[in-house]
């Protein structure tokens, strides 16, 4: 089945600094969602990407959907100590997600 | 407003006791979904049903069975707890079609606690 590596498992970052995390697959992907799940929190829906090359924006983050549709990432310009969390990336079987096992941001001011 | 709820939020139970915990959604979302999350294995898809009388196994069902009676519930049910299940569970539910088709909704978990 379709399993998904994030990298990193950890990343702390001065609040300011940008930030990127990747989701790599060895298989192709036919879409991929982002969530962020905030300490305690639950997971809330970011984004889908389904398109090759597909590039998404919200506000200070951008998410990218590789050409070949086997890796994903999500950068996040000029942190802040709201983005603190975890960022799951997620490819969609059928109506089910494979959830990766996620990235986990700290951000220190 | 629509939300997808959970009950219990916490719960310590004993090994070998059986143990429902109770998801309900009010999108009206035909597929909904129940994950548990441990550290070190981010989310794990246990079970999932696209709409009522149906039922499907995830990745990790062993031990785990679910029923769906009506559009806005999906109950969990624990046949006899182990230890190995001790972990937070997460209901989700998804509409597809709609403008916001296949984004996943998810409720505020239940900490499970096997003793």
């Known amino acids: 089945g379709q399993q998904v590596m994030q990298i990193p498992q950890y990343q702390h970052v001065q609040e300011g600094e940008d930030f990127t995390t990747y989701c790599n697959s060895s298989t192709t992907l036919s879409n ?7 300490p305690g929190g639950h997971p ?3 984004i889908q990407l389904v398109k090759s090359g597909e590039v998404k924006k ?18 996040i310009t000029a942190t802040q100590t709201t983005d603190v969390g975890t960022y799951f990336c997620a490819p969609r079987a059928g109506t089910a997600l494979i959830f990766g096992k996620g990235t986990t941001l700290s951000v220190s001011s | 407003d629509a939300e997808i709820t ?12 059986q143990v429902t915990l109770a998801c309900h959604q009010t999108w009206n979302h035909n597929n909904m ?17 696209y709409g009522v009388q149906d039922t499907n196994k995830g990745e990790v069902s062993d031990g785990y069975s679910v029923s769906r009676s009506n559009t806005e519930d999906l109950p969990l049910t624990l046949e006899s707890a182990a230890s190995s299940q001790t972990s937070v569970y997460f209901c989700a539910s998804a509409e597809i079609g709609g403008p916001k088709s296949y984004e996943q909704y998810f409720g505020p978990g239940t900490r499970l606690t096997v003793t």
Do not use: C, M
């Open chain 2, 33 to 49: 979904f129940w994950y548990r999350q441990d550290l070190g294995h981010g989310l794990r898809l246990i079970h999932y049903s």
């Open chain 1, 44 to 46: 809330v829906f970011l």
């Open chain 1, 32 to 38: 991929i969602q982002w969530y962020k799940q905030r």
């Open chain 2, 6 to 17: 959970q009950s219990p939020r916490h719960k310590i139970t004993e090994t070998g006791r």
């Open chain 1, 58 to 75: 919200q506000k200070r983050l951008t998410f990218q959907f590789g050409e070949a549709k086997k890796n994903s990432s999500l950068h």
